[in-house]
């Protein structure tokens, strides 16, 4: 495997960075601009790894729906979000243990997997050697797939995204006294 | 594959703090986002670096944000219908719904 280029540490370390400061920073519209930083280089990891489409609906979903919903809600109960609110509950010790222990558990199983499970022929790791090639087309080969092989999952999910759709229209609507 | 795999680990990692400490629901959901990306970020590299032959990994990431950008939706109406009936959205304060 090549070593990943520069280009993938600058990534890395603004998406850790600003998934910091999502989860640790005071005032929630903050915490929301930094989400829209932490989505754009999920972005730019995805272009790193040959998935150009998703990048594209990355951006277009993450950054342009789901977080500027995100800043809605807030302005909506935007006297929330005001820094004389403490945002974080009890839990911090214990949700700093718990995630801590987790990414390192995490971290040990990929390294220790990486070394256990060695190929006899090659002597490198099973999950190094690539089989295939990856289409050159994405977006093409991505709308064939959505045609033929996942065509009903496609039709689920967008049943999905209607029943969402009424489901928030219907919590959200002013109740009739 | 194991920086991919490893980043995706740590923000994980950074979401799952979020979710157990943030008091205000919209803070957990945008933790919830984060730890989604992770999942997506070891399917594209999986994809990338294991299984090649096909963008099958892409395609499961796909489908993770359409349901993401789902779950965003009612969760966001949610936190609204909770700002209605409480005039606050912390978590500790909407303890009515455990039954």
Not at chain 1, 27 to 52: D, K, P, R, T
């Amino acid at each position: 495997m090549a070593e990943p280029g520069i280009v993938f540490w600058i990534l890395a370390v603004v998406t850790v960075a600003s998934a910091v400061m999502v989860v640790t920073l005071k005032n929630i519209f903050h915490c929301a601009l930094a989400l829209i930083l932490c989505l754009f280089s999920v972005a730019g990891i995805y272009i790193l790894l040959n998935a150009e489409f998703l990048a594209a609906a990355q951006v277009l979903i993450y950054v342009g729906a789901v977080a500027i919903l995100m800043i809605f809600a807030i302005m909506l109960t935007s006297n929330l979000a005001s820094k004389a609110i403490r945002q974080s509950n009890e839990q911090v010790m214990v949700g700093t243990v718990v995630s801590v222990l987790f990414c390192g558990g995490m971290l040990a199983l990929i390294y220790l997997t990486d070394k256990a499970i060695v190929s006899e022929e090659t002597g490198v790791a099973f999950w190094r050697q690539v089989r295939g090639t990856l289409p050159a087309d994405n977006v093409a080969s991505l709308g064939g797939y959505l045609m033929t092989k996942f065509m009903l999952p496609f039709e689920v999910v967008s049943v999905l995204l209607l029943a969402a759709m009424i489901g928030a229209i219907v919590l959200a609507r002013k109740e009739k006294a | 594959m194991l920086f991919y795999l490893s980043l995706a680990a740590v923000l994980f990692a950074v979401g799952l703090f979020g979710v157990l400490t943030r008091r205000n629901t919209i803070g957990i959901l945008m933790s919830l986002e984060l730890m989604f990306n992770a999942a997506n970020i070891n399917f594209v590299a999986f994809n990338k670096y294991v299984w090649a032959d096909g963008l099958i990994g892409q395609m499961f990431a796909v489908f993770i944000v359409v349901v993401a950008a789902a779950e965003a939706v009612v969760g966001l109406a949610i936190v609204l219908l909770l700002y209605r009936n409480w005039q606050g959205i912390d978590t500790d304060h909407v303890s009515v719904m455990k039954w």
